[in-house]
């Protein structure tokens, strides 16, 4: 984990301008921990990829020593806090992923390491803004329903936040959603387009089984919805107190970075990834962020989707879950804001 003091500086704000021509500089912040270190693997396959820029408290250099010896044409550095570390590794970063912190293990919640994580996301955020105030923000640490809203206020702080640039990564909630499916159906996951709203823990995840194309029995769909929603805590509970969903989470947040980057350094159009974002959809509810399906732009955010029909079932996850994901925001600006 990363914990520092800060010293605040005032950023003045200007256009993003891609390091490389064709290629991004992207820092991954926590790069040595258990989904920092698959991830940034996954990353280096990446040819939009000009610069891996790893950070770590501890053993990045020689995370970025084994992987630049892959034979793809990114380079790869690696840092501690030791010597402006951070600063170095967040300099000219076009996009930013976080997935510093604790783990979670058994018995544990996404809240319960929120006192740990939060205040991890808070001093990176801090970094950010001052060193790389322009990147696109990826935020993997948890609880996401708060550390999205931790990112934003710092930025407020800043006079640079602009919410087309920062994402909570939900991506692993519909990686497993159409996983879970495929068993049950006997389909191939990859043909799955399971859609799923809310936030990133427990009652907030709301899967959007009826638009799946599959019909499902009562019991299948309760079923169902509740593997998805705490498919977290099977695999902390599979790992014995080791860990919790690493490897998953870093094939997700590949996936997110990459569709990202086919957006901002490519250009190209019609990029939809689901993703946790300030958005209206629930703006007369007082939810400041919620995740839908995102189409991604040059800018970050192009538009957000609507949540389209949704069956009686699902607007009692979504009654469940708003009051919930409330709680979250407000819990994560006040951390920021005090």
């Not at 902390?236 to 901002?264: E, P, Q, W």
């Amino acid at each position: 984990m990363f914990t520092s003091k800060l010293v605040n500086v005032v950023v003045s704000k200007r256009a993003f301008s891609s390091s490389a021509a064709n290629a991004a500089k992207v820092a991954v912040l926590g790069a040595a921990g258990g989904i920092g270190q698959p991830l940034s693997l996954l990353l280096k396959h990446n040819e939009l990829i000009s610069h891996l820029s790893l950070f770590d408290i501890v053993n990045t250099p020689g995370v970025a020593a084994d992987i630049s010896h892959i034979n793809t044409a990114s380079k790869v550095t690696g840092y501690v806090p030791e010597n402006d570390g951070l600063k170095l590794a967040l300099t000219d970063a076009d996009v930013i992923v976080i997935p510093a912190g604790v783990p979670r293990k058994p018995g544990m919640s996404r809240d319960d390491l929120f006192n740990t994580n939060a205040g991890i996301v808070r001093d990176l955020a801090t970094a950010a803004a001052q060193y790389a105030p322009n990147a696109f923000l990826a935020v993997i640490s948890n609880p996401v329903n708060s550390t999205v809203a931790i990112v934003s206020e710092v930025f407020k702080k800043f006079g640079i936040y602009d919410p087309r640039r920062i994402f909570g990564v939900t991506t692993l909630d519909i990686v497993r959603a159409s996983r879970f499916v495929s068993e049950l159906k006997g389909t191939n996951p990859k043909d799955e387009k399971i859609t799923v709203v809310g936030g990133h823990s427990g009652v907030t995840i709301i899967p959007l089984l009826s638009q799946s194309g599959h019909t499902f029995t009562d019991e299948e769909l309760k079923a169902l919805t509740h593997r998805i929603q705490f498919g977290g805590d099977e695999v902390v509970k599979a790992k014995a107190g080791t860990g919790s969903a690493t490897l998953s989470m870093a094939y997700a947040a590949n996936r997110f970075t990459g569709s990202l980057l086919r957006a901002i350094v490519k250009g190209e159009k019609g990029v939809i990834e689901p993703s946790y974002v300030k958005s209206d959809l629930f703006k007369s509810d007082g939810i400041e962020y919620f995740a839908s399906n995102v189409e991604l732009s040059s800018e970050g955010v192009g538009k957000v989707h609507s949540l389209g029909k949704l069956s009686a079932y699902e607007k009692e996850l979504l009654s469940a879950a708003l009051p919930e994901l409330k709680k979250n925001i407000t819990k994560g600006a006040d951390f920021a804001n005090n």
